[in-house]
T-cell receptor, first 112, second 113 residues
Framework: ETGVTQTPRHLVMGMTNKKSLKCEQH?????MYWYKQSAKKPLELMFV???????ENNSVPSRFSPECPNSSHLFLHLHTLQPEDSALYLC???????????FGPGTRLTVT | QKEVEQDPGPLSVPEGAIVSLNCTYS??????FMWYRQYSRKGPELLMY????GNKEDGRFTAQVDKSSKYISLFIRDSQPSDSATYLC?????????????FGEGTQLTVNP
């Protein structure tokens, strides 16, 4: 595997379900990000981890819970989501001191 | 007011046309400007990066920044069907602070054979 991978690629869940999104980077980076991409809206930064430490949380509701066990893996735990949370969730990574972010293909989430 | 404004399109052009994609911004502190390309069902990938004002050319692609007007452009010469994608502008005021990228909403481009 190369680059940034995300699983699953598609997820349909009910509002009472609990699920997790997984991201893995094979680039030797030390910063990882979660973004939300909705139609007709700019990419929204959700969380940032540098060297496994969370450094930014952009007022994301607590029903989204990130976890970064090491510099290569990032999870987004989901529970009691709302239909408006349906979107493409993108993971990205970068060197902490670099400007270029490398994105995964995203997880298309539908909340029913 | 949005920090970054980008016309979402869609923009449809014939093969071989010159394409102009643009973003305006309101924060004069932005110094680093990027264009990402996003194919359908893929994540964005960095296409061009420019610091401060001026032009940068890479093959068929030219990025321009006019800080006095708070306006950036991406030109695609001799456009190809493979250029069909959504183009996102992004900007930051710190080179090393990737966490503070501010994105436009993206312009959807279709190049017709």
């Amino acid at each position: 595997e190369t680059g940034v991978t995300q699983t699953p690629r598609h997820l349909v869940m009910g509002m009472t379900n609990k699920k997790s999104l997984k991201c893995e980077q094979h680039l030797g980076h030390n910063a990882m990000y979660w973004y939300k991409q909705s139609a007709k809206k700019p990419l929204e930064l959700m969380f940032v981890y540098n060297f496994k430490e969370q450094t930014e949380n952009n007022s994301v509701p607590s029903r989204f819970s990130p976890e970064c066990p090491n510099s290569s893996h990032l999870f987004l735990h989901l529970h009691t989501l709302q239909p408006e949370d349906s979107a493409l969730y993108l993971c990205a990574s970068s060197h902490r001191d670099g400007y270029e972010q490398y994105f995964g293909p995203g997880t298309r989430l539908t909340v029913t | 007011q949005k920090e970054v404004e980008q016309d979402p399109g869609p923009l449809s052009v014939p093969e071989g046309a010159i394409v102009s994609l643009n973003c305006t911004y309101s924060n004069s502190a932005f110094q680093y400007f990027m264009w990402y390309r996003q194919y359908s069902r893929k994540g964005p990938e960095l296409l061009m990066y420019t610091y401060s004002s001026g032009n940068k050319e890479d093959g068929r692609f030219t990025a321009q920044v006019d800080k006095s007007s708070k306006y950036i452009s991406l030109f695609i010469r001799d456009s190809q069907p493979s250029d069909s994608a959504t183009y996102l502008c992004a900007m930051s005021w710190e080179e090393t602070s990737g966490s503070r990228l501010t994105f436009g909403e993206g312009t959807q481009l279709t190049v017709n054979p």
